[in-house]
Nanobody, 114 residues
Framework: VRLQASGGGSVQTGGSLRLSCAVPISSYYAYVVSWYRQAPGKQRELVARVTSTDDKHHAAAVKGRFTVSQDAAVNTVYLQMDNLKPEDTAVYYC?????????WGQGTQVTVSS
């Protein structure tokens, strides 16, 4: 299984981006898909996740600004990021637990300038 993350870029403070992760969620009964990010010199941290039952979790730092969603019809999990701040600058990764096996996608860079 190969995950493909896309949608990163450079925006100014207050801007928006939507990240997409291509992941074959329609092929699995149980799954969790998560977005992580890693800023230079910092540990990778969980940003948001969504499950096969559509339960969603958002980290406190992004709650109210970021929204995770999924569309099984196109096998994609999204991360809508609004009101971006410079501290959101990081490489964003998607991670999937599909039927008990874990997969990582390549990262996509998000840069927010003040």
């Amino acid at each position: 299984v190969r995950l493909q993350a896309s949608g990163g870029g450079s925006v100014q403070t207050g801007g928006s981006l939507r990240l997409s992760c291509a992941v074959p969620i329609s092929s699995y009964y149980a799954y969790v898909v998560s977005w992580y990010r890693q800023a230079p010199g910092k540990q990778r941290e969980l940003v948001a996740r969504v499950t096969s039952t559509d339960d969603k979790h958002h980290a406190a730092a992004v709650k109210g600004r970021f929204t995770v969603s999924q569309d099984a019809a196109v096998n994609t999990v999204y991360l809508q990021m609004d009101n971006l701040k410079p501290e959101d600058t990081a490489v964003y990764y998607c991670n999937a637990n599909l039927g008990g096996a874990q997969y990582w996608g390549q990262g996509t860079q998000v840069t927010v300038s003040s």
